[in-house]
């Protein structure tokens, strides 16, 4: 009699399905990358690359070391003891959990405020959105991730899939800036110039604050724990960094081209955007779009890591909470975020990418009018308006009202721009 025999599914140790398994260690890794991805992180490798140049390849890579050391401590720990690091904390010294927990919450709270903030940005770049409402857009996708039903399932297929999309994106635009890749590969080993400070910068956007929690919280959320998960935890670990360490080399690279090119990227002027000025430099309206993109990506990405993680720490307060709960706590978390946030920020002068745009609707002939502005001396090399220098030629007043007219500014951007050089960053001096 023939005999016929089924295979079960390969099981993971501890129980866990290896789909299972790996479905949970993916969402581990690309929560904690994209909460560290955020657009601090973006802003902050622009800012570094124009300043340090090549250079700067050596302070990544220094970086990437010592994260893989905290990481790799942190997530073995927590998954080892299937303990919250609130309740490790308090387990070594009694009462620094709490203290752990309330400087986690009240740091990711004010690190949310401004991921919403980088939301409304990212939007504004990318559709040409009011800020304001473009922030409350994203929150309020967040909030619709939370409030979901298969809250769990969203979260991990939302930050997997804006992760790749980020290192994608960006990778395009890299190979469109043709950056010195041979310069910046010897420098990442043998730097002109060492910056301990900017090392120590970048690390804390990787691993400090709640970053590198998200991930670890995640595993034990999904019970990818104890000795048996070892291994795949330490690779999970690793992996995470890896990524982060990729996407910021990329975005290195892409704004090195620009910087290489001998563009002006403004990093010092108030409300400046060196990663937008750079993406626009590096593909014109496409790149000032992909920016918007990477922006609003990152954004969302941090503001549901840094809720998430926020309120794992709550449970060392309230043991019992369940998971329903922990999602409507979250939920609340982001939705004092978007309150606070108006409160949190001054007033900023329209943005650049949304003027650009209202000035090629408003007057289609701009790049012509660009070089008449050039050739009157009042459009400096790297693209920004002297409208004091206007004003003082002949002739230049009326062709300031024009300007003006088509760009929409209004009255009180208008009046700082009389009182002396008004960039598009805001800065007057």
């Known amino acids: 009699m023939e ?33 560290a991805i955020g657009p601090g992180f973006i802003t902050q490798t622009a800012t570094f690359t124009t300043k340090l140049g090549s250079a700067f390849a050596f302070a990544i890579l220094a970086s990437i070391l010592i994260d893989f050391v905290v990481q790799l401590n942190i997530w073995r720990i927590v998954t080892l003891t299937k303990m919250r690091a609130s309740d490790i904390a308090n387990a070594a010294i009694p009462g620094t959990g709490y203290v752990l927990a309330i400087l986690v919450i009240v740091g990711g709270l004010f690190f949310n405020i401004g991921n919403i903030g980088g939301g409304g940005l990212g939007l504004n770049a990318l559709l040409g959105l009011d800020p304001k409402l473009g922030g409350s857009i994203s929150a309020l996708i967040a909030i619709g991730i939370f409030l979901s039903h298969r809250a769990g399932v969203a979260i991990d297929r939302v930050i997997v899939v804006a992760g790749i999309m980020m290192i ?32 120590t910068t970048i690390v804390g956007g990787t691993v400090g604050g709640y970053i590198t929690y998200s991930g670890a919280h995640r595993l034990l959320d999904k019970g990818t724990v104890g000795i048996e998960n070892l291994g795949a935890v330490n690779r999970a670990a690793l992996t995470g960094i890896a990524v982060t360490g990729v996407m910021r080399y990329v975005l290195f690279l892409a704004i090195l081209g620009v910087v290489a090119s001998g563009a002006v990227i403004d990093v010092t002027g108030k409300g400046a955007n060196p990663a937008a000025q750079a993406f626009q430099a590096a593909a014109g309206d496409v790149g000032m779009r992909i920016f918007g993109a990477i922006f609003w990506a990152a954004a969302i990405t941090s503001v549901i890591g840094a809720a998430y993680t926020s309120v794992s720490f709550v449970t060392v307060f309230k043991k019992d909470m369940t998971e329903r709960a922990r999602n409507i706590a979250t939920v609340i978390f982001i939705a004092v975020s978007l309150v606070l946030l108006p409160a949190s920020s001054r007033r900023r002068p329209h943005s650049h990418a949304g003027l650009r745009r209202r000035s090629e609707r408003s007057y289609p002939a701009h790049r012509s009018f660009d070089l008449h502005l050039c050739r009157l001396g009042t459009l400096r090399p790297d693209g920004w308006l002297s409208l004091s220098a206007l004003a003082a030629h002949p002739g230049g007043a009326d062709l300031r009202a024009h300007l003006v007219h088509g760009l929409q500014v209004d009255r009180a951007d208008l009046r700082a721009a009389d009182r002396g050089l008004r960039t598009r960053t805001g800065r007057t001096t």
């Open 3 to 35: 005999q016929t025999s089924t295979t079960a599914p390969a099981a993971a140790p501890g129980g866990m399905s290896a789909k299972t398994r790996r479905g949970a260690l993916i969402a581990a890794i690309f929560l904690m990358a994209t909460s």
């Open 168 to 199: 994608l994106l960006t990778v395009y635009v890299a190979i469109v800036s043709q950056p010195p890749i041979g310069d910046a590969l010897f420098q990442t080993v043998l730097p002109s110039t060492i910056d301990f400070a900017t090392i």
